[in-house]
């Protein structure tokens, strides 16, 4: 065990205390507060804009920054509102441990998906410029496995890091992450 074991197992720590307090509902709640309002945002600020536009004369340069922004939080606060909702009636029906335990593993697997991907990149920049040495990368128990383990569920992650993204590009994402959940059951 080295450094970035340490590093690593510290970072994987405070991810399960994070999910074991903030319970599962709460921490997908998050996870899907973040993605439809990203894409809530791309999709329908268009109206936002529209609004904003109509009812407070607002015509600036910033319009669209503006309407993403607010879309963005509208929907995120929403979502949260429903999360909230359904955690409560979680701790009502007495669920409220097996939701925190739950909760701990999915913070643990969303942080070892995340370090996985910054991980795979840091290891693109290693390749010019060496950050950590190739032994203490080969040394460490946890780096590896950290490493790998957002292109064993995603394939194409790998081909995105490695520059092949546009040769696959024919190929649908949500068909190789369909096609990676089949081959994980």
Same mark, same amino acid.
């Given at each position: 065990?080295?450094?970035?074991?340490?590093?690593?197992?510290?970072?994987?720590?405070?991810?399960?205390?994070?999910?074991?307090?903030?319970?599962?509902?709460?921490?997908?709640?998050?996870?899907?507060?973040?993605?439809?309002?990203?894409?809530?945002?791309?999709?329908?600020?268009?109206?936002?804009?529209?609004?904003?536009?109509?009812?407070?004369?607002?015509?600036?340069?910033? =319009? @669209?920054?503006?309407?993403?922004? *607010?879309?963005? /939080?509208?929907?995120?606060? +929403? #979502?949260?509102? !429903?999360?909230?909702? %359904?955690?409560?009636?979680?701790?009502?029906?007495?669920?409220?441990? =097996? @939701?925190?335990?739950?909760?701990? *593993?999915?913070? /643990?697997?969303?942080?070892? +998906? #995340?370090?996985? !991907?910054?991980?795979? %990149?840091?290891?693109?920049?290693?390749?010019?410029?060496?950050?950590?040495?190739?032994?203490?990368?080969?040394?460490?128990?946890?780096?590896?496995?950290?490493?790998?383990?957002?292109?064993?569920?995603?394939?194409?992650?790998?081909?995105?890091?490695?520059?092949?993204?546009?040769?696959?590009?024919?190929?649908?994402?949500?068909?190789?992450?369909?096609?990676?959940?089949?081959?994980?059951?």
């Amino acid at each position: 065990m080295n450094y970035i074991d340490i590093i690593l197992g510290i970072i994987f720590l405070f991810a399960a205390i994070g999910g074991f307090r903030k319970g599962l509902v709460s921490e997908l709640a998050s996870l899907a507060a973040l993605v439809l309002g990203i894409w809530g945002a791309i999709e329908f600020s268009y109206i936002t804009s529209d609004f904003l536009t109509e009812n407070f004369n607002l015509e600036t340069e910033y =319009l @669209n920054i503006v309407s993403f922004i *607010v879309t963005f /939080i509208v929907i995120v606060v +929403l #979502v949260h509102i !429903v999360g909230s909702a %359904v955690n409560k009636f979680i701790e009502v029906a007495m669920l409220g441990f =097996l @939701n925190k335990a739950t909760g701990l *593993v999915f913070g /643990i697997l969303r942080s070892a +998906l #995340v370090l996985s !991907v910054i991980l795979l %990149v840091f290891d693109k920049i290693d390749e010019d410029v060496e950050i950590l040495s190739q032994k203490a990368k080969t040394e460490s128990r946890m780096y590896e496995p950290v490493r790998n383990f957002a292109p064993s569920l995603f394939p194409f992650i790998q081909n995105w890091v490695d520059g092949k993204y546009e040769e696959n590009k024919d190929e649908n994402v949500f068909d190789q992450i369909k096609d990676a959940l089949k081959a994980s059951i």
